[in-house]
């Protein structure tokens, strides 16, 4: 039986992704082991897939002074010792790695192991663990046209992201029935990220007054950031988190308001959702939200409101004017060149087996010895 290894955490934009390819594999026999950090979100998430589960010790290297960059270096070589006893264990024909510092042990370990290994970076720009892996990878998978100039030569493919298939099946009659909603009414659906956005969660809600006048309103909030004041409120919604029925939310709105992480954008991309993106702060992060909210906005396809020129009053031009030009938006969308990366990158999987597998039971013997 094929066996490969799936890794990435931190966020649900480095794990949805994965998820997005299980079913494939599953069709063509794959065995598949999951490896993340001991209590990240990934391990929620891959539980609700009914996969191997194994976590392992990871640390984060951040851009900025903290005493836990002393330390975090040790975690990292810790769990590449876990994530390669792991792997030999395991057996697995092939890695691929969606990013995210938990997935750096395991891609160094696949590496020392001769294991080949498929990374995959969504953003415009690539993440500080991703060019960690850059010498271990095989093939670097990217999702924007223009990240191929800063891949290693010979290793990127374009190949876009993968999108959950069960994404794009979502059902407008049920969202209305799960929702309570009226026929008629345009519909607002909030993301601010698997983690939530409190910047974005009060804009909104400082300006509900005036879009429940035209809209409804579904707000995904994120953990922990739901507002017990607005808890029965007319027209509106709010939810922590929602897994199974998000296909059938997004059937049913009319527009998105969303951060700008490359996943999210794509699977708006994908459904032709008019949009409105409230991109990241460069001041908060390394920027790569806003560089795929411009290429989104030069492509047509956004209304781009940067964090710094938020307020009540741009976000209310920005939904009126994001709804009055929908037409417009769903039109660029249509002609996207941007694509479901599940085959492409199924195809590349397959392609990159060996003809035996890469650790074998001598292996581990003699590494044992």
């Given at each position: 039986m094929k066996k490969i290894v799936l890794t990435g955490g931190g966020t649900a934009g480095h794990v949805t992704p994965n998820i997005a390819l299980?079913?494939?594999?599953?069709?063509?026999?794959?065995?598949?082991?999951?490896?993340?950090?001991?209590?990240?979100?990934?391990?929620?998430?891959?539980?609700?897939?009914?996969?191997?589960?194994?976590?392992?010790?990871?640390?984060?290297?951040?851009?900025?002074?903290?005493?836990?960059?002393f330390s975090d270096p040790f975690r990292v070589i810790h769990g590449c010792g876990e994530?390669?006893?792991?792997?030999?264990?395991?057996?697995?024909?092939?890695?691929?790695?969606?990013?995210?510092?938990?997935?750096?042990?395991?891609?160094?370990?696949?590496?020392?192991?001769?294991?080949?290994?498929?990374?995959?970076?969504?953003?415009?720009?690539?993440?500080?663990?991703?060019?960690?892996?850059?010498?271990?990878?095989?093939?670097?998978?990217?999702?924007?046209?223009?990240?191929?100039?800063?891949?290693?030569?010979?290793?990127?493919?374009?190949?876009?992201?993968?999108?959950?298939?069960?994404?794009?099946?979502?059902?407008?009659?049920?969202?209305?029935?799960?929702?309570?909603?009226?026929?008629?009414?345009?519909?607002?659906?909030?993301?601010?990220?698997?983690?939530?956005?409190?910047?974005?969660?009060?804009?909104?809600?400082?300006?509900?007054?005036?879009?429940?006048?035209?809209?409804?309103?579904?707000h995904i909030c994120g953990k922990g950031n739901l507002d017990p004041s607005l808890t029965g409120k007319d027209g509106y919604l709010q939810y922590e988190f929602v897994s199974d029925d998000l296909k059938d939310l997004f059937a049913l709105s009319d527009l998105i308001i969303s951060r700008a992480g490359a996943n999210a954008i794509l699977e708006i991309l994908s459904l032709r959702k008019p949009n409105v993106l409230i991109p990241l702060s460069a001041a908060a992060s390394r920027g790569d939200q806003v560089l795929n909210a411009k290429s989104f906005a030069s492509s047509g396809y956004s209304y781009v409101l940067e964090e710094e020129n938020l307020t009540k009053d741009s976000l209310l031009k920005a939904v009126h004017a994001t709804y009055e030009n929908r037409q417009t938006y769903i039109a660029a969308m249509e002609k996207s060149p941007l694509s479901n990366g599940v085959e492409k990158i199924i195809s590349l999987i397959q392609c990159m087996l060996p003809a035996t597998p890469s650790v074998s039971s001598d292996d581990t013997s003699a590494s044992k010895g």
């Open positions: 299980i079913p494939s594999l599953k069709d063509l026999g794959f065995e598949i082991l999951y490896i993340g950090s001991k209590d990240g979100m990934e391990k929620k998430l891959i539980a609700r897939e009914n996969l191997p589960y194994e976590g392992i010790s990871s640390g984060k290297l951040r851009r900025y002074f903290s005493l836990k960059n994530a390669k006893k792991i792997l030999r264990d395991f057996h697995p024909d092939i890695v691929f790695s969606k990013g995210g510092f938990v997935s750096v042990p395991v891609v160094l370990a696949a590496h020392s192991l001769k294991i080949p290994v498929i990374i995959h970076e969504s953003d415009m720009t690539p993440g500080l663990a991703n060019k960690i892996c850059y010498r271990s990878a095989d093939k670097i998978c990217c999702s924007f046209p223009e990240t191929m100039k800063m891949l290693p030569a010979g290793k990127g493919v374009l190949t876009g992201s993968p999108i959950r298939k069960e994404l794009l099946s979502g059902s407008r009659e049920k969202g209305a029935e799960l929702t309570g909603f009226p026929q008629g009414v345009p519909v607002i659906l909030v993301i601010g990220g698997s983690l939530g956005s409190v910047t974005v969660n009060t804009s909104v809600r400082e300006c509900l007054p005036e879009l429940l006048k035209e809209f409804r309103i579904i």
